[in-house]
């Protein structure tokens, strides 16, 4: 099969690798329908992690069973399923309390930007459509395994009720998901923070209110000012700098809640500021699993439309380009086609 390895900063390459094979009983291999560069595999792309040895990337992922292990009796070949970047077996105890991304047999996925995959712990982790999905539904449930899924957990971590006041720091993806999911829990005010005017138009079509265009301390002005002095009920941080994280403690009221599903780089918190402001604070990597049969029937029944933040469509043999064009914000997000 072929698949995109990265070598180190800025050289991802589109290669000849093995065909995935069952290694365990709990296994299944998918024909990759559609699948996609995210915001967090920029980080490599950017060296500001280390890459180690040549390996593949990706892990978003939406496909055709074409064969499971032994033990997997919740799909079957030929079936369109989605997963989680994440993998669970969805029994044991973190599962049971909804946090499956934090299973005690989690492995998270690395090699999704291939025309196959193995996914491990298959018997937790895919989730069957009722039916083949049809193509135009294909980047929407792209969406829902990672970025709608992280963007659901932010508004979730962070709080989100009918009739608050919502910030969204972050106009990436999965900032723009934070958007429809704030939207979907009912908050009545939504303050998108971008300096980019087509995200801000998405971010608007999403259910925003309100665009804060300005950063830093100026940024906590405005959002201060926007919101009689006292700052969000709910703030969902969808960056991982610290500067992001920073904005958004400085955005909530005392007694708010911050959602922080940005992977965090270089995020130091205060102990005695974040003692003395009354915020909370909740986040993690995304328990994508635990909300994937809900947002499946949302993009399936039309409710929501998340494969908007696709602005970019290639083959997969393009991966490079995909990685180029959302490192340089000339694509919000990247779609890849095998």
């Known amino acids: 099969m072929r698949g995109a390895v990265i070598h180190g900063p800025g050289d991802v390459r589109f290669e000849t690798l ?7 009983p709990t296994d299944a291999i998918i024909r990759t329908a559609v699948t996609c560069v995210c915001g967090s595999d920029l980080w490599s792309w950017r060296g500001l992690e280390p890459i180690g040895d040549p390996h593949p990337m990706g892990h978003e992922y939406v496909g055709f069973v074409e064969e499971v292990g032994s033990e997997v009796t919740s799909v079957k070949p030929g079936q369109f399923v989605v997963g989680s970047f994440a993998t669970s077996d969805n029994t044991c105890a973190n599962c049971r309390n909804g946090f499956q991304s ?18 491990p712990n298959a018997q937790g982790t895919l989730v069957a459509t009722d039916e083949v999905a049809g193509e135009e539904f294909w980047p929407g449930l792209l969406a829902v395994s990672d970025v709608m899924g992280t963007g659901w957990w932010a508004a ?10 919502a910030v969204v720091v972050g106009d990436g993806a999965v900032g723009l998901s934070a958007v429809i999911a704030a939207k979907e829990m009912g908050a009545e005010r939504i303050i998108a923070m971008s300096r980019h005017e087509p995200r801000q138009n998405l971010a608007r079509e999403f259910g ?5 265009t300005e950063r830093g301390d100026e940024g906590i002005a405005r959002i201060k000012d926007l919101t009689g002095g006292i700052g969000a009920d709910s703030v969902l941080e969808c960056v991982g700098t610290a500067e992001a994280m920073r904005q958004a403690l400085h955005s909530a009221r005392p007694g708010g809640t911050v959602g922080f599903v940005g992977v965090p780089h270089e995020v130091a918190v205060d102990g005695q500021e974040l003692f003395f402001s009354h915020v909370g604070l909740r986040g993690g990597p995304a328990p994508v699993r635990r909300y994937l049969p809900d947002l499946i029937d949302r993009v399936l029944t039309g409710r929501i439309n998340p494969g908007k933040v696709f602005d970019l469509t290639l083959p997969l043999d393009q991966v490079a380009e995909g990685y180029k064009a959302m490192d340089e914000r000339r694509a919000i997000k990247a779609l890849l086609t095998p």
Not at 102 to 119: G, K, P, W
Not at 156 to 165: F, L, Q
Request: glycine residues 2%; charged residues 30%; proline residues 5%.
């Open 102 to 119: 934090n299973c005690l047999h989690r492995e998270f996925m690395s090699t999704c930007q291939a025309d196959y995959v193995r996914i």
């Open 18 to 24: 093995d065909d995935p094979k069952i290694l365990h």
């Open 208 to 212: 925003a209110t309100d665009i804060v």
């Open 156 to 165: 979730d971590a962070a709080e989100v009720k009918p009739g608050s006041t």
